[in-house]
């Protein structure tokens, strides 16, 4: 078998600086649009992406060729770059240091992936998965 392959499925969460809730209704599409374009110019599929306010949750396919932290500085350096520059020029916007990755199998991506398409409604309701909602990476 020439080459090599790999499936790799990760769950990205990262917040907004302070927490703070900087991804207004008025934001939120156009922000996520542009870090899916990110995602995919480095290779990766994202499989749901969604948050709240104060955060973000990211599943992804992930190749082998990239890096995870240049993938992270990437998607949240050029989103909130883009953010403060386009989408709300002149007013705050920044994320948070840090960030919270798991693995999950293609057996577990239908649960996963709908869970982060449900955010608002899990928050709404308190039927969050903790396990999925770690925040504070410190």
């Given at each position: 078998?020439?080459?090599?392959?790999?499936?790799?499925?990760?769950?990205?969460?990262?917040?907004?600086?302070?927490?703070?809730?900087l991804i207004t209704p008025a934001i939120e599409?156009?922000?996520?649009?542009?870090?899916?374009?990110?995602?995919?110019?480095?290779?990766?599929?994202v499989l749901a992406l969604n948050g709240m306010p104060d955060h973000v949750h990211l599943a992804v396919t992930f190749p082998s060729t990239v890096a995870m932290e240049d993938f992270v500085q990437a998607v949240k350096g050029g989103s909130?770059?883009?953010t403060r520059e386009k989408l709300?020029?002149?007013?705050f916007f920044g994320w948070r240091d840090g960030y919270?990755?798991?693995?999950?199998?293609?057996?577990?991506?239908?649960?996963?992936?709908?869970?982060?398409?449900?955010?608002?409604?899990?928050?709404?309701?308190?039927?969050?998965?903790p396990e999925l909602e770690r925040l504070d990476p410190d």
């Open positions: 078998m020439a080459g090599h392959y790999s499936e790799v499925f990760l769950h990205f969460v990262w917040t907004t600086h302070g927490r703070q809730p599409r156009s922000l996520f649009r542009y870090m899916t374009g990110i995602c995919s110019n480095l290779k990766c599929q909130s770059t883009f709300v020029p002149g007013e919270y990755v798991s693995s999950f199998g293609r057996g577990d991506s239908g649960a996963v992936t709908a869970y982060i398409r449900n955010q608002k409604q899990h928050h709404a309701d308190g039927t969050l998965w």
